[in-house]
């Protein structure tokens, strides 16, 4: 698809010839962000999955595209050979992720009372005691990688419990759904194991949860599913997955950044644990600062539509850059500092509109509780090596530490 035949507006410049205005967004995505905003609001780049995509860039424009009906999440609605994303089979694809109402409004309906403030709520004694036995597992150590050891763990313990998923069958899900979000260039037949796999994880698990219905989320789908017609077959499994994928990926990077971000800002690790009070406040601003989904999912015009003066035809692919956004010095004054007494409200990490991130309340929950945990038990907590070693991992798609090695 070339560039040269899609309309461009007042908003949009055109980019050197041949280069990708997005370059170097894996590796140094604030920065790129900062360029691309002072550039333009609207960019014409390769998207993950190399396919040309539409990449809004500024606080304004992004929050208002996400509430768009204009912008479909219905991968129909795409040009054909557009894009090329991540292809799933209809049993697993079959989600929130891909859809618009009428049918988002009745699946989301289904699930959303199992995440209302209330209900999560009762959860926090659970994932306190989670966290605690994680954390006196490696007090005796000395050291430990926190991702692996802690934030890792904890949110796929706590998704499992409210699930049902048996402890026997936790243990391959976070390579699963590595493969997929960070896929190695290496090894490409990787993500299409780890899609066999879930594939037969979820219909072995379906089948379990039929023949032992138990006191779980999972049960109580099925009920709704098996009782009448609110939820396909392909619903069912779909919303599953999305549930146990999306419930603890998101989660595991945002408790890691966290804590980086503290150990980068010691000034505002200080005064978070002389006042614990803060943490629900300070997690709001670690969602801003440093949150784990960079982009939103991406978006399909149902017509052609103008964002920030940019034409972008119907069915081309759209990108809106929640981490730009974020750090937007129009919306939040010196974006690239943390700032725990910030006024936060406004981010846009858990979305904005009807597609707003129905875990965001397990997600506060689960990250203030890791985060104050882990620095009450520990207050001489430091990076085990120096900071120039923290890796990332490689993907436009998730921004998350592949480690997070640390002195207790």
């Known amino acids: 698809m070339a560039t040269t035949r899609t309309p461009r507006g007042p908003g949009n410049q055109d980019e050197p010839a041949g280069q990708d205005p997005a370059e170097g967004l894996v590796d140094d995505p604030y920065a790129v962000c900062a360029r691309l905003r002072d550039t333009a609001p609207v960019h014409r780049i390769a998207g993950a999955d190399g396919s040309p995509a539409w990449l809004v860039t500024r606080y304004d424009d992004v929050r208002e595209a996400l509430a768009n009906p204009l912008l479909s999440l219905d991968k129909s609605r795409a040009l054909p050979g557009g894009y090329r994303g991540l292809t799933l089979p209809p049993a697993l694809d079959a989600n ?19 995440f209302t403030r209330r209900r999560v709520e009762a959860l926090r004694a659970p994932v306190r005691r989670t966290a605690d036995a994680l954390l006196d597992a490696v007090e005796p150590l000395g050291r430990a990688d926190l991702v692996a050891a802690y934030a890792a763990p904890l949110p796929i313990t706590v998704i499992c419990d409210l699930l049902g998923v048996p402890d026997g069958s936790r243990r391959d ?58 939820l396909s077959e392909d619903e069912l499994m779909s919303l599953a997955f999305l549930i146990l994928f999306a419930g603890y990926e998101n989660t595991v990077h945002l408790i890691g950044n966290a804590v980086l971000a503290l150990l980068d800002h010691p000034e505002q690790l200080a005064a978070l644990r002389a006042d614990p009070a803060r943490l629900p406040a300070a997690v709001e601003e670690f969602q801003r600062y440093d949150g784990p989904a960079p982009l939103a999912i991406r978006r399909f015009p149902v017509r052609d539509i103008t964002i920030a003066g940019v034409t972008v035809p119907a069915g081309e692919t759209v990108l809106l850059s ?24 406004g981010h846009v990490t858990l979305g904005h509109g009807i597609h707003h991130c129905v875990g965001g309340p ?40 592949l480690e997070l090695p640390v002195i207790l």
């Open 173 to 230: 899900f976070r390579e699963w759904t590595d493969a997929l979000l960070a896929p190695d260039p290496a090894h490409p037949e990787k993500a299409k194991q780890a899609v066999v796999a879930m594939l037969g994880f979820f219909t072995g698990l379906l089948a379990d949860k039929r023949s032992s219905p138990a006191d779980d989320l999972l049960s109580d789908l099925i009920a709704v599913r098996d009782a009448g017609d609110r």
């Open 322 to 345: 929640i981490g730009s956004a974020n750090r937007d010095p129009g919306r939040f004054p010196d974006p690239d500092r943390l700032d725990l007494d910030r006024a936060t409200a």
């Open 362 to 401: 397990l997600a506060r929950l689960e990250t203030e509780i890791a985060v104050g945990a882990l620095i009450e038990r520990f207050p001489r907590l430091a990076l085990a090596v120096p900071r120039d070693e923290i890796r990332w991992r490689p993907s436009i798609r998730s921004r998350g530490l």
């Open 96 to 114: 929130l992720l891909n859809m618009d109402p009428p049918d988002h409004t009745r699946i989301r309906g289904l699930v959303g009372r199992a």
